[in-house]
């Protein structure tokens, strides 16, 4: 079956410090989503990528979709303790339900 | 207020009852999820429903079960064949039925600790 795979797993950084998080899927995805997964929380929609090499900014984040629509990438410029949380990518591939990868446990060290 | 609502927060049972975990939304969303979420693992697909009536088996269905005679509500029944229950139980419910592209909206989750 479908399998997304997340790198790193953890990752602590110091404030002001940028933070990558990486995703790669064994298929083509039609589509990738990225939640973010607050400690104690629930996980919360950041952002939604369908086109090939598409990039989408949120302020300090900065959302990749690579171009044989198998990789992803999620980059935090100048990371701050509101970022401390855990990431996750989720995609699908045609009607199959969406697969979530394990996740990145972001530190931030002030 | 329009969200998702999970009940209880915290739930606690012994070995070899079954426990149903509540999932209720007013979004008038088609499509519902179960995820259990395990430290390291991720989130695991245990039942989705893309319409009233209907659902299908997740990646981890072994010991579950769920209904959906409702649009609104959509309960999942921790069975006594699950064999290590306790987890972080995720309710999840999006727009379109027919697609699984749309977003996710997750409810605050009940963490089940079985005894």
């Known amino acids: 079956g479908q399998q997304v795979m997340q790198i790193p797993q953890y990752q602590h950084v110091q404030e002001g410090e940028d933070f990558t998080t990486y995703c790669n899927s064994s298929?083509?995805?039609?589509?990738i989503q990225w939640y973010k997964q607050r400690p104690g929380g629930h996980p919360v929609f950041l952002i939604q990528?369908?086109?090939?090499?598409e990039v989408k900014k949120q302020k300090r984040l900065t959302f990749q979709f690579g171009e044989a629509k198998k990789n992803s990438s999620l980059h935090i410029t100048a990371t701050q303790t509101t970022d401390v949380g855990t990431y996750f990518c989720?995609?699908?591939?045609?009607?199959?339900?969406?697969?979530f990868g394990k996740g990145t446990r972001l530190s931030v060290i002030a | 207020d329009g969200g998702i609502t999970q009940s209880p927060k915290y739930l606690f049972r012994k070995e070899g009852q079954n426990v149903t975990l509540s999932c209720e939304q007013n979004?008038?969303?088609?499509?519902m999820y179960w995820y259990r979420q395990d430290p390291g693992q991720g989130l695991r697909l245990i039942y989705y429903?893309?319409?009233?009536?209907?659902?299908q088996k997740g990646d981890i269905a072994e010991g579950y079960s769920v209904s959906r005679e409702k649009k609104e509500s959509f309960p999942l029944t921790v069975t006594s064949a699950q064999k290590n229950p306790t987890a972080f139980y995720l309710c999840?419910?999006?727009?379109?039925?027919?697609?699984?592209?749309?977003?996710?909206?997750f409810g605050p989750g009940t963490r089940l600790l079985v005894l």
């Open positions: 999840a419910s999006s727009r379109a039925g027919g697609s699984h592209q749309e977003t996710q909206y």
């Open positions: 298929t083509t995805l039609s589509n």
């Open positions: 990528l369908v086109k090939s090499g």
């Open positions: 989720a995609g699908n591939s045609g009607n199959t339900p969406l697969v």
């Open positions: 979004l008038n969303h088609d499509a």
């Open positions: 429903s893309q319409i009233v009536n209907d659902f």
